[in-house]
């Protein structure tokens, strides 16, 4: 019997590492339910394990008892790129080229709880919306951030003096009266601009509850709850506000719901019993901009100084899809989702331009100024289409898909940014790839074609990998991926874009740098990253 028990130790202890205490004392009761050992035997083995776990590191790691799970993940990533413009308007025909390296940090966690809630974090590197790169030198001397400081006017001091102004017509004296003599300026220095390097930021911080197994509930800076493409939404992005998911699935020997994720289009397999459709719903209300005092105090010294009230501005998110599992490999998804602009804000306030300030005349043959604005998220209504079908043949993945996109109120956004004649609401994708990236020496190749006219999306959200994300841009984009183990891997990028409409501007901004509302008549952008993955 003793070696009986010697021998189930080890097993029993690569199953311990596993999984819980809970689960190792349940495997042995049922060893001695089965009489496979006694319970002198089972307590013996109880005691070994705990001497050998208590020698270990792991026991040194002191959970909460409310956590159940503790998923750790992240990303390191070394990034060479070449980023070149070709100018438009005044400028036209001069080329602007950046060259740099760059690095990326991720680290996450998902915490499991009891009675299904879960708390999400992400830690990265850069405070940008759209990026986590840092480039390896933008702080000199190897420096992990630099503050810079520029020369302005805190305070004056003022001299004066007596002089004649003037003869007294009766006594002929003549009579004085004071002047400024001279100012003296006094001067300080105000930081400028903080470059952060090397900080880490909070990408995501998020709660999550799953009260059903086919409702999930989320709020904080949370993932992007959306089926989406990079002509829409960067991928980088994570939203501020709330979401609400919903998923079925049906067929398959099975009814009812089911706890695979809607948006993940690569993870869901058939049951044994056939082909199963998914029904999924995805909702989103995130708060775009935060005005600070809704009600602000009045300003300046009196009652009737008053300021008009603001509100905060939300994005809100509307998605139904559906997707067919034909087989274990093979899918179609299709998934419209609408979105549209709710409240006030400031910077995103609008109305949006995005060419430079410009004077036109109105419907009254009336000069207005159509101010500088790039940032307006005014009269956008979107409907996108994104739509994928995926399959496998000789032993490899092949997948078709493209997005379609439609802003209801492109005209208005138009005419308010001074081009009544125009509406330039629509954008569409149509790509292809073929393999995927998922162990060692697996490869993809993936490619599309793109569309984006002028007033057709929202210019701060779309993926600035692409095009320098600009609107008004059309061309192609490429990628190819290797995979030297089963978490190092080589991405290469090109896409490649030239302007729509000439006598529009390209609205957005990316990472070639150029002030906003400088036009651009064709980008070329080339991306290599070693990246490795956890």
């Known amino acids: 019997m003793k070696l009986k028990y010697l021998l189930l130790a080890p097993a029993i202890a690569l199953a311990t590492q596993a999984a819980q205490a809970q689960d190792s004392a349940a495997l042995l009761d049922l060893l001695v339910k089965k009489k496979l050992i006694t319970n002198q035997e089972a307590e013996t083995v109880r005691s070994e394990l705990t001497k050998e ?21 992240g990303e390191g990533r070394v990034r060479y790129f070449i980023n070149e413009g070709v100018a438009a308007g005044l400028d036209g025909g001069d080329t602007g080229q950046r060259e740099r390296l760059r690095y990326r940090l991720r680290l996450g966690a998902d915490i499991n709880f009891k009675d299904n809630w879960m708390l999400g ?41 007596s002089f004649v102004t003037g003869i007294d017509a009766k006594t002929g004296k003549p009579v004085s009266g004071t002047a400024l003599t001279g100012v003296t300026a006094t001067k300080g220095a105000v930081v400028s601009n903080v470059n952060f390097g090397d900080d880490l930021f909070v990408g995501r911080a998020f709660l999550k509850y799953n009260p059903f197994e086919w409702l999930s509930l989320e709020g904080g800076r949370i993932p992007n709850p959306f089926v989406s493409t990079r002509m829409v939404w960067d991928p980088d992005i994570n939203p501020e506000g709330f979401a609400e998911q919903f998923k079925f699935t049906f067929g398959g020997g099975s009814h009812g719901p089911s706890g695979v994720d809607a948006k993940d289009s690569k993870g869901v397999t058939a049951p044994p019993g056939g082909m199963t459709v998914d029904v999924f719903a995805n909702f989103g209300q995130f708060v775009y901009q935060d005005v600070g005092f809704e009600n602000t105090f009045n300003s300046g ?51 949006f331009n995005g060419d430079n300030a410009l004077v036109i005349l109105n419907k009254n043959a009336d000069p207005t100024l159509v101010t500088f604005n790039q940032t307006g998220v005014n009269d956008l209504a979107v409907l996108d289409i994104p739509v994928e079908f995926t399959w496998n043949m ?17 005209a208005t956004r138009a005419e308010k940014a001074g081009h009544p004649d125009k509406t330039e609401g629509s954008a569409w994708q149509v790509g292809a790839s073929v393999g995927q990236t998922k162990k060692k020496g697996d490869w993809e190749l993936r490619g599309w074609y793109q569309h ?3 007033f057709a999306l929202d210019q701060n959200i779309i993926d600035d990998d692409i095009f320098d994300g600009r609107l008004n841009m059309q061309g192609f984009f490429v990628q190819g991926t290797y995979m030297f183990t089963d978490a190092a891997s080589v991405i290469l990028q090109y896409s490649h874009g030239s302007r729509i409409d000439n006598s529009l501007g390209t609205a957005g901004f990316g990472a070639l740098g150029t002030a906003a509302g400088f036009p651009l008549q064709s980008t070329n952008l080339v991306y290599v990253d070693f990246n490795l993955k956890f």
């Not at 940008?128 to 004056?156: I, M, Q, Y």
């Not at 509307?318 to 093979?330: E, H």
């Open 121 to 161: 974090v992400l830690l990265e590197t850069s405070s940008s919306a759209r990026s986590a790169n840092v480039t390896l030198g933008e702080n000199p001397f190897f420096a992990k951030a630099t503050v810079s400081t520029t020369s302005v006017v805190t305070g004056t001091t003022t001299k004066s003096g």
């Open 394 to 410: 000789w032993g490899t993945r092949f997948s078709i898909f493209g997005d379609y996109a439609h802003n209801f109120e492109a």
């Open 452 to 454: 984006s006219q002028q």
């Open 301 to 351: 010294t009196g009652p009737f100084t008053t300021t008009s009230n603001s509100t905060d501005r939300w994005m809100l998110g509307f998605q139904v899809g559906t997707k067919v599992n034909f087989d274990t490999r093979t899918y179609f998804q299709i998934a419209p989702a609408f979105y549209s602009y709710t409240g006030g804000g400031s910077t995103s306030a609008g109305p």
């Open 53 to 73: 776990y208590e020698s270990t590191a792991a026991s040194k790691i002191n959970i909460s008892a409310p956590v159940s799970q503790i998923r750790l993940y």
